[in-house]
C-alpha cells in the first residue's frame, strides 16, 4: 500500500491560506499508457457539487517527512499551527472524468520517474488507499462563442484537453495537440465529428520543443478560435510568443500557462511562476515593440 504520509519537507513553500480538505480513496488502478497511470477515487463529499468546468483541479495533500500527524487531519488547525516546512505539500491534478452524482472521479498521472511525490505515489497506490485533497478549482470551459478550439500540452495537460474536448458545444470543431515520448504511448482519447487529435512524438527531444514546432507549423486557424495551451513552463513561454506577439491572437482568447517545469519541484516552479510570468511579458512587450 503506497503510504502518501512521509514525504520530503516543502521546499520554499511559504504558509498557505487554509481550504477545506477532503478524502479520497482509490477503487481502481489502471496503465491507460507506458506513461500514464488513471486512478479511480471515491469520494462522497463531491456529491451534488457544481463543477461546470473542463480544468477542474484538485491539491493532493502529502504529509512531510517528520511530521506528527497523518490523513484525515484538520488543515486549517495544521496550516495555522505548524512551522513551514511541517505543513502538507500540494500537488495538482485535474480531474479527468468527475461524476457528482455518484461522488466519484479519475485522475491520470505522468508516471515521470523515481523524483517527486504525487507520480511515484501513484505508481505504487492500490485500491483503500485514501488521502487529503484541497479543491476542485477550476476556471475554463469550451465555450459556445467560438467556432473553433486549439488545444495542446504534454501527458500532464492531457487530462484537460481531453475532458475538454468531451464537453465541446454543439457544431464546434477542435484540433488537440498532445505531446507523448514516442507514437507507441498514444492512448484512447474523445471521438466525434470535428474532434482532431494530433499525437506530437518527443522523440528524446526536451519536453515541449516538438509541440511548439506542431503549433508553428500548423498556424492559426481562420475560425473564430480559443486557445488551451497547459504543460511544460518552457513550451508555454514558446508558445506565448507564437499567438500574442506573432499571430496577434488576444489574451482573451487564450488559456494558458505552464503546469510544471523541467527540473523543478511544484513547490519551486509555483514559487517562481510570477516572476517568470512577468519575464515573459516583459520580453513579449520588447518583441512587439521591435
Ligand atoms: C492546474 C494543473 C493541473 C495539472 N494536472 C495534471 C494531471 O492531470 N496529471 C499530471 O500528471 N500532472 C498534472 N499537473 C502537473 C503536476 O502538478 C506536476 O507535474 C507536479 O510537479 C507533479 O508532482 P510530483 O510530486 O510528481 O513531482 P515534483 O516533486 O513536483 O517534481 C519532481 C521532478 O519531476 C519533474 N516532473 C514533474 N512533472 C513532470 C512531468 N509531467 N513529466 C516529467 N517530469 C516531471 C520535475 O521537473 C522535477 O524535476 C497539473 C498541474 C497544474 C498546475
Not at 127 to 137: K, R, Y
Amino acid at each position: 500500500m503506497a503510504n502518501p504520509q512521509t514525504t520530503p519537507g516543502p521546499q520554499g513553500s511559504g504558509r498557505r491560506k487554509a481550504m477545506k480538505a477532503k478524502t479520497a480513496t482509490v477503487t481502481g488502478k489502471q496503465r491507460i499508457s507506458p506513461d500514464l497511470i488513471r486512478l479511480s477515487f471515491s469520494c462522497p463529499e463531491i456529491i451534488g457539487a457544481d463543477l461546470p468546468f473542463s480544468d477542474h483541479y484538485i491539491k493532493l495533500l502529502f504529509v512531510p517527512e517528520g511530521a506528527d500527524y497523518a490523513w484525515p487531519f484538520d488543515l486549517a488547525e495544521i496550516t495555522a499551527s505548524k512551522p513551514r516546512e511541517l505543513q502538507p505539500v500540494r500537488r495538482t491534478y485535474t480531474l479527468r472524468t468527475v461524476d457528482t452524482e455518484a461522488g466519484t472521479f479519475d485522475v491520470d498521472f505522468v508516471a515521470h520517474g523515481d523524483e517527486g511525490l504525487a507520480g511515484p505515489w501513484a505508481q505504487s497506490a492500490d485500491a483503500g488507499d485514501v488521502i487529503g485533497f484541497g479543491g476542485p478549482g477550476g476556471a475554463w470551459k469550451p465555450e459556445a462563442d467560438y467556432e473553433h478550439f486549439v488545444l495542446a500540452g504534454d501527458e500532464a495537460a492531457a487530462p484537460a484537453i481531453f475532458a475538454a474536448l468531451e464537453q465541446l458545444p454543439a457544431g464546434t470543431t477542435a484540433t488537440a495537440f498532445v505531446e507523448i515520448a514516442t507514437l507507441d504511448a498514444t492512448f484512447a482519447t474523445p471521438t466525434g465529428e470535428g474532434i482532431d487529435v494530433v499525437w506530437v512524438s518527443r522523440d528524446g527531444a526536451t519536453h515541449g520543443t516538438k509541440l511548439i514546432d506542431a503549433l508553428r507549423q500548423s498556424g492559426y486557424p481562420t475560425k473564430k478560435t480559443s486557445w488551451f495551451v497547459h504543460g511544460v513552463a518552457e513550451m508555454v513561454k514558446e508558445t506565448r510568443k507564437f499567438l500574442f506577439v506573432e499571430g496577434g491572437v488576444s489574451k482573451e482568447d487564450a488559456s494558458i500557462s505552464g503546469y510544471w517545469r523541467l527540473g523543478m519541484t511544484e513547490d519551486q516552479w509555483q514559487q517562481s511562476k510570477m516572476e517568470f510570468n512577468a519575464q515573459n511579458e516583459k520580453e513579449e512587450q520588447a518583441l512587439a515593440g521591435q
